[in-house]
C-alpha cells in the first residue's frame, strides 16, 4: 500500500504496487464495525496487503472488495525512525513507479526490503539510500561502474563515471562520486559499515532524488524527504 486519501465521508482512493497488475489506484468504502473487511487501518503506507478489486471497462478505479494484512509489521509503526522512513519509501515508490505495468521483480524487490526494515535490529541509517539506488537497477537506469577510477567525475545525464567534467551542469563532482562509488557496493546488510554523518548522507540522498528526476520526468518533489533530513 502506497499511499490513499479520503474520498467523501466513507470512501478512500488508494494506490497500490501489486505482483501481477504493476501500479494500481482502487476506491474503497471503509468499514463501519469491527467485522468489515475494510478497516481504516489496513491503508497506512507500506502495509503488506492481500486484496480482491474488480475492475470494469472504461472504468478508471478498480473496486476494493476485500484487503487483509498479508505480513504484520513488527517494528515499524512502532519505531519513530524505521516509520519516517517507511513513510519515505512509500512516497518514493508511488513517484519512481507511477507509470509500471506488472513487473514481479519490482514488487518482490519492494517486498523483500520492507521486510527487512521492519526485521532489522541495527542501523538503518542508509537504508533509503541502498534502497533508492538499487531500485534503479530494475528501472532501468543503475548507474554504470565500468572503468570507474579515484577521483573521477560522475555524470548524473549518462549514469557513468569520467574522468573530465561533462558539458553540462548535472555532475557530481569527484568528492562526492567516490560516495555514490560506496554506495554502489552497499547493501542491506553491509550498509552499517559504511559511515557518513547527517550532511554527506542528506547530500547523497539529495543527488540521487536528483538522478531520478533526469530519468523519470514526472518524478516530482518529495514531500516526506524534509522529516528525514532532520533524523539521518
Given at each position: 500500500?502506497?499511499?490513499?486519501?479520503?474520498?467523501?465521508?466513507?470512501?478512500?482512493?488508494?494506490?497500490?504496487?501489486?505482483?501481477?497488475?504493476?501500479?494500481?489506484?482502487?476506491?474503497?468504502?471503509?468499514?463501519?464495525?469491527?467485522?468489515?473487511?475494510?478497516?481504516?487501518?489496513?491503508?497506512?503506507?507500506?502495509?503488506?496487503?492481500?486484496?480482491?478489486?474488480?475492475?470494469?471497462?472504461?472504468?478508471?478505479?478498480?473496486?476494493?472488495?476485500?484487503?487483509?494484512?498479508?505480513?504484520?509489521?513488527?517494528?515499524?509503526?512502532?519505531?519513530?525512525?524505521?516509520?519516517?522512513?517507511?513513510?519515505?519509501t512509500a512516497e518514493f515508490l508511488r513517484l519512481a513507479t507511477k507509470?509500471?505495468?506488472?513487473?514481479?521483480?519490482?514488487?518482490?524487490?519492494?517486498?523483500?526490503?520492507?521486510?527487512?526494515?521492519?526485521?532489522?535490529?541495527?542501523?538503518?541509517?542508509?537504508?533509503?539510500?541502498?534502497?533508492?539506488?538499487?531500485?534503479?537497477?530494475?528501472?532501468?537506469?543503475?548507474?554504470?561502474?565500468?572503468?570507474?577510477?579515484?577521483?573521477?567525475?560522475?555524470?548524473?545525464?549518462?549514469?557513468?563515471?569520467?574522468?573530465?567534467?561533462?558539458?553540462?551542469?548535472?555532475?557530481?563532482?569527484?568528492?562526492?562520486?567516490?560516495?555514490?562509488?560506496?554506495?554502489?557496493r552497499m547493501n542491506f546488510s553491509t550498509m552499517h559499515l559504511f559511515?557518513?554523518?547527517?550532511?554527506?548522507?542528506?547530500?547523497?540522498?539529495?543527488?540521487?532524488?536528483?538522478?531520478?528526476?533526469?530519468?523519470?520526468?514526472?518524478?516530482?518533489?518529495?514531500?516526506?524527504?524534509?522529516?528525514?533530513?532532520?533524523?539521518?
Amino acid at each position: 500500500m502506497l499511499h490513499s486519501f479520503k474520498y467523501g465521508e466513507s470512501k478512500i482512493i488508494v494506490d497500490l504496487l501489486t505482483e501481477w497488475c504493476g501500479r494500481m489506484s482502487c476506491i474503497a468504502t471503509l468499514s463501519k464495525s469491527n467485522k468489515g473487511k475494510l478497516k481504516k487501518q489496513y491503508f497506512q503506507p507500506l502495509t503488506l496487503l492481500e486484496v480482491v478489486t474488480v475492475t470494469k471497462p472504461h472504468v478508471q478505479l478498480a473496486q476494493l472488495k476485500e484487503a487483509r494484512v498479508n505480513i504484520p509489521f513488527v517494528s515499524i509503526p512502532f519505531h519513530p525512525y524505521k516509520l519516517s522512513i517507511a513513510l519515505f519509501t512509500a512516497e518514493f515508490l508511488r513517484l519512481a513507479t507511477k507509470n509500471e505495468q506488472t513487473d514481479p521483480l519490482i514488487f518482490n524487490y519492494a517486498i523483500n526490503s520492507i521486510e527487512w526494515l521492519d526485521s532489522c535490529t541495527g542501523s538503518v541509517a542508509n537504508f533509503h539510500l541502498v534502497f533508492m539506488m538499487r531500485l534503479s537497477r530494475f528501472l532501468g537506469f543503475y548507474p554504470n561502474m565500468e572503468n570507474h577510477r579515484q577521483g573521477d567525475w560522475f555524470d548524473l545525464r549518462a549514469g557513468c563515471f569520467c574522468g573530465q567534467p561533462p558539458l553540462h551542469s548535472d555532475v557530481v563532482p569527484p568528492t562526492e562520486a567516490d560516495n555514490i562509488q560506496l554506495l554502489l557496493r552497499m547493501n542491506f546488510s553491509t550498509m552499517h559499515l559504511f559511515r557518513m554523518d547527517r550532511k554527506e548522507r542528506n547530500r547523497m540522498a539529495e543527488t540521487i532524488l536528483h538522478y531520478y528526476r533526469l530519468h523519470l520526468p514526472d518524478f516530482s518533489e518529495m514531500k516526506s524527504f524534509a522529516v528525514l533530513k532532520e533524523l539521518f
